[in-house]
Structures are given as C-alpha cells and as structure tokens.
C-alpha cells in the first residue's frame, strides 16, 4: 500500500510576482521625482515670458526671509559656502533664483551680487503673465 502524498506542494514561493512590484514601485518613484521640483512653494512675480529650470542649483529665498538651497532650508551666513559647495565641478555654473515676490529686493540684489562675484549666471525664476 502506497500511503505517501500524491499531490506534492513545490514550498518555495514564486518570484515572478515580486518583481512586477518592485518594477512597478520602481516606475512609480521614478514618474513621482520627476515631478516634485524644489519642494519649496514660492509664490513667484509674472512676467511676459514664464523661465524654464534647467539649472541644477535652485536657491528659494521665502518671504519669511528663509533660505533654501535644492530645498533644503540653509542659513544666510551659510548660502554662499553651501553654493561653492554644489557649484564645485560643474562646467555650467548657473544659479536659478527663486525669489518670492514678497521678498525686499535688496535681498534678491544681494545674493545675484554674490553670485555674480563668483562667475555663475543667475536666472531669476517668474510664472507666465494671465491675460
């Protein structure tokens, strides 16, 4: 008499369903960092013709008169020494301003100043004009 099991189980699991997940939450996060810019909301001036990001060095002043640079708040006494920092090895050193509209224009003189004095170019960030 034969009383072993007919139907044999295989107890290692499949691993065809986890890479779909994990291709999927790689598909996700890839379409949800495209998305996110600098993560800090500055309300910007209009102008006629809105600028296009394409700098790699963000700096948001808020009209709280906080710093951000790349999204990450930083001290004013700090701005300079941090963008020394990020700008070090690039071949196109271009800061992009993003300057609330709220923001004392001597603040934004200043650090085009700064930048300026250490050879970047400055693009000032503005959203399009409503007619």
């Avoid at 691993?15 to 996110?36: G, K, P």
């Avoid at 500055?42 to 009209?63: E, F, M, R, W, Y």
Wanted: zero cysteines.
């Amino acid at each position: 008499m034969d009383l072993g099991q007919r139907n044999k189980v295989s107890p290692s699991a499949g691993m065809s369903s986890m890479t779909d997940l994990v291709f999927l939450l790689l598909i996700f996060f890839v379409i949800l960092s495209t998305l996110v810019s600098s993560g800090v909301n500055v309300d910007l001036p209009q102008s006629k013709g809105g600028t296009d990001s394409h700098a790699k060095v963000t700096l948001s002043i808020k009209p709280d008169m906080s710093y951000y640079i790349k999204g990450g708040q930083v001290k004013k006494e700090d701005v300079e020494t941090l963008l020394k920092i990020e700008m070090e090895g690039m071949s196109d050193k271009v800061l992009y301003l993003n300057v609330d509209k709220e923001v004392p224009t001597g603040a934004t003189v200043e650090m085009i100043g700064m930048a300026k004095a250490n050879d970047w170019k400055v693009m000032l960030g503005s959203k399009p004009k409503k007619e």
